[in-house]
């Protein structure tokens, strides 16, 4: 019986490698914010944190890491869809890499679900990846070097000086700091309250309540 797969193995795969840079390309090239090496590592960090708070077991914690790194190879394929396509690859991949199909099976279904476009908390990988992926609002991600040319995106993410996600007392609290100076914090709720209500959404299913602070003041 093979080894079961890690999400060490995973970051180490030159395929994910190959995968994860042609995505950096494409987005780059689009210009949207960063979803490469940096936005997956800490997702997927985040991801196992938080299955790991809720009590789930090794596997599934290891599972979550997993989805985390690899839940946006789709953008590899296509900004649209991505996670529709990245899904599918993921469980190609998995399976070669000797992944039993029930993991395999996991992972997809995750990744498949974690955008706000069409995704939903269909399990505690999926609502946890959905949390973690949310969260990551930095101005690190952003990749245009001209604030001249900045779009909405990139100021509310270039605003965000610092951003983190506490799982405490049955809650998740998603706490940001914005630079006012930069952008209004209406622009955040403008582009991201989809994404807010996915949040809540996958908090709920977690057995958790979905709380978002920003610049100390709790709207929601």
Known sequence: MCPQLTSKDIQKSEEVKVLLQASSTQMTSLGYTEHSFRHCRLVSNKCGEILEMIGEDERIVELGKIAGYIHDIGNAVNRNQHAMSGALLAYDMLL????????????MMAIANHDEGEGSPV???????ILSDKADVHRSR????????????????????????????KKAKLCIEIDTTICPVMDYFEIFLNRMKLCRNAASFLGLTFELFINDTQLL
């Open 96 to 107: 070669r890499k000797g992944m039993s199909y029930e993991d395999a099976a996991s992972v």
């Open 123 to 129: 399990s505690k990988i999926a609502a946890a990846l």
């Open 142 to 169: 952003v990749t245009n070097k001209n604030p001249a040319t900045f779009d909405i995106h990139d100021r509310v993410n270039y605003a965000a000086t610092t951003s983190t996600l506490q799982i405490e007392d």
